[in-house]
């Protein structure tokens, strides 16, 4: 199976631009995570999508969003960027279950769209 | 507050020589712990996972982890470290929240450099 795909992979945006990251999860799964990786703050949360719904969200501004197609991909949005927005995107999908010991499953990553704001 | 923690930035260990990068954890419930590795314009690759059962769990590429409850610990272990073991290792912990959502909580991260 094809894993995680992410595009673009880099991107360079000035500050007060919007950007539009792109995910396709594995074939068959149906939850895509969305996280934020920086040297200062590590790995964090930022979204989940789950049969096209929001399943969960992260402590975000709402100048973060995303949306999830039928197909399972899945789509982050940033608004009116800042430069602390400089980040490398991560994407990863999972199985999905409609509910129940939902934690126990594994995710698997994308390689990221590195975005930088200059 | 539920928490992970890697102790350790950076761990430093001779081709050949037994590693541990360590993790703990501070979470209210029955945790699943996960260890992720992130080589160089990678994203994150999965390791291995603690849901029930043993508490040794073996995973990729040789690696083990010890699930220890009472010292809530999950360090990540390796008998004869390779040069090729050198990245970023990350530990996670997963939370069912309710029946419809979950947490992951992950570590900071600690840099494995195995010399040759």
């Known amino acids: 199976k094809a894993g995680v795909t992410q595009t673009p992979r880099y991107l360079i945006k000035t500050r007060g631009q919007q950007v539009t990251l792109s995910c396709s999860p594995i074939?068959?799964?149906?939850?895509v995570s969305w996280y934020q990786q920086t040297p200062g703050q590590g790995l964090q949360f930022l979204f989940e999508?789950?049969?096209?719904?929001?399943?969960n969200k992260g402590n975000f501004p709402g100048r973060f969003s995303g949306r999830q197609f039928s197909n399972s991909r899945s789509e982050m949005n940033v608004s009116t960027l800042e430069l602390g927005d400089s980040a490398l995107y991560l994407c990863?999908?999972?199985?999905?279950?409609?509910?129940?010991?939902?934690?126990?499953?594994?995710?698997?990553f994308g390689p990221g769209t590195r975005l930088l704001v200059l | 507050a539920q928490s992970v923690a890697q102790p350790e930035d950076q761990v430093n260990v001779a081709e050949g020589n037994p590693l541990t990068v360590k993790c703990t954890y501070s979470?209210?419930?029955?945790?699943?712990l996960f260890w992720y590795v992130q080589y160089p314009n990678r994203g994150l690759q999965f390791l291995l996972k603690?849901?029930?059962?043993?508490?040794l769990v073996k995973g990729s590429y040789g690696f083990e982890a010890e699930f220890n409850k009472s010292q809530t610990s999950f360090h990540l272990k390796k008998p004869s470290a390779l040069v090729s073991d050198s990245a970023l290792y990350f530990c996670?912990?997963?939370?069912?929240?309710?029946?419809?959502?979950?947490?992951?909580?992950f570590g900071s991260g600690t840099r494995l450099s195995i010399r040759p």
């Open positions: 990863a999908s999972s199985p999905g279950r409609s509910q129940g010991l939902i934690g126990q499953e594994t995710q698997y």
């Open positions: 603690y849901i029930t059962g043993d508490n």
């Open positions: 996670a912990v997963s939370l069912d929240l309710y029946s419809s959502a979950s947490k992951i909580i």
């Open positions: 999508y789950f049969s096209e719904t929001q399943r």
């Open positions: 074939s068959g799964h149906r939850s």
């Open positions: 979470v209210s419930g029955n945790p699943y």
